[in-house]
């Protein structure tokens, strides 16, 4: 049984090669923009808090929940967005759509780097912090949705895999280049640089990056699909929001795993294992490493067996091993060379769903509600599963006292994901 699906069958319409490759580009862009700011947010979710969320004689780990808890409400307005842009791309085409989400999300972060602090402007300043992750996740949740259409939509037949493949490997270099710059600012700048002003730098740094995928945005043509099927009927709504909370339930997996491995994992080093500032960021560097890795290879390896081996290996494994991995990292006796080749493995087991899943997505969804369908399913799922995934880890290890909390959600998330993906058709993708 493959569950409700709405994706009906029509001629795959394709564009030349230069509209292909510069599809690939415009997309891949502005994912790269998307993630690498919510990447730097989450690595430097302690220096935020101590700077916008904890008045003087206020407690770390309060602050820590509260920046998590302001993650979390970007997300949350991932599914708004998703819908809101959604719509839009599904009427008016994909183009305009990513044109508007790049120039918001290259604003809103801008701002960011300019935020005055609650030193400065009291609880005033949590509160513009927020208001602009607001904005961000609006735009987030329409960039999916479009990116993937797009992508998707021009790639070659039998190819769907290895296109849709690139958004997830743009988010891996997204998170890469957060992790790489902040590392770069944690190693020339001393601790009360970083914290005085150096954490701006990341966000400041979004303004020339946005240009530039705006400006390739500027020159991408509409998808030959999109104009084939603009005026095809659309399939009824109780159909299409069944498909996308299947569509959600087979990405939640994806999702709390590649947050908890990729995003949360330097906070939980460095205020669970007292691991420093530096180690925590290496040791995400290798992790995003692992993933980018598996990502493309993982989307073609889907093209040629089917999406549904592909993802339940990674589902599988994500549920085998994560608390192994958070024992040896917990392990004071394992060397450093096996806990990074440890956060390695971890990063690309997750690659391994993140390389078939945008295509399956896109591929559940017919093209007159595929903006709005994929980009639904996935922004529910990464408001609960991922958004949440700091504030629900830091909490529960503040209530129970576990530090094993991180395994457990990500293990947990995993096997129920593999449920949903097991009702994926034998033939998907291949």
Request: net charge positive; hydrophobic share 45%.
């Amino acid at each position: 049984m493959s569950g409700p699906r709405v994706h009906e069958s029509v001629p795959h319409t394709t564009g030349p090669p230069r509209a292909r490759r510069a599809a690939l580009l415009a997309g891949s862009v502005g994912n790269f923009v998307e993630w690498y700011e919510f990447g730097v947010y989450g690595y430097f979710a302690t220096v935020i808090a101590a700077r916008f969320f904890t008045p003087e004689g206020g407690s770390e780990t309060e602050g820590l929940v509260r920046t998590y808890a302001s993650f979390a409400l970007a997300f949350f307005f991932r599914p708004v967005g998703a819908a809101l842009f959604g719509r839009l791309g599904d009427r008016i085409g994909r183009r305009p759509v990513l044109i508007l989400v790049i120039a918001l999300m290259t604003g809103a972060t801008t701002l960011i780097g300019v935020l005055p602090t609650y030193a400065t402007v009291g609880a005033l300043a949590p509160w513009l912090l927020t208001f602009l992750r607001m904005v961000q996740g609006l735009s987030a949740g329409g960039e999916f949705g479009g990116a993937v259409s797009v992508m998707t939509e021009f790639a070659p037949p039998g190819r769907r895999g290895l296109y849709g493949s690139w958004q997830s490997f743009t988010v891996a270099l997204g998170l890469l280049g957060g992790a790489g710059v902040a590392t770069l600012l944690a190693t020339v700048l001393t601790e009360g640089q970083l914290s005085d002003w150096g954490w701006r730098l990341p966000f400041l740094l979004t303004l020339p990056l946005g240009l530039v995928a705006l400006r390739l945005r500027l020159r991408l043509e509409e998808t030959p699909a999109f104009r084939h099927e603009r005026r095809r009927e659309r399939p009824p709504g109780r159909e299409v929001a069944r498909t996308v909370v299947l569509g959600a339930g087979r990405v939640m997996g994806w999702s709390a795993a590649g947050y908890t491995f990729l995003v949360v994992l330097p906070s939980y080093l460095q205020n669970t294992l007292h691991t420093g500032f530096r180690q925590a960021l290496l040791a995400t560097v290798l992790a995003n490493l692992g993933f980018a890795a598996t990502i493309v290879p993982a989307g073609l390896l889907s093209d040629r067996i089917g999406r549904r081996p592909v993802l339940l290996t990674g589902a599988g494994l994500v549920v085998v091993l994560s608390v192994p991995l958070l024992n040896l990292l917990q392990d004071t006796g394992t060397s450093n060379a096996v806990k990074g080749l440890a956060v390695c493995g971890a990063g690309a087991v997750v690659g391994l769903m993140a390389g078939p899943g945008p295509a399956m997505l896109s591929e559940m969804f017919p093209t007159s509600v595929r903006h709005t369908g994929l980009g639904l399913a996935y922004a529910l799922s990464n408001a609960v599963f991922s958004g949440c995934a700091g504030l629900i880890i830091t909490e529960t290890m503040k209530r129970t006292g576990s530090v094993d909390i991180p395994a457990y959600y990500a293990a947990a998330t995993c096997a129920i994901s593999a449920l949903a993906l097991a009702t994926l058709p034998d033939n998907q993708g291949s």
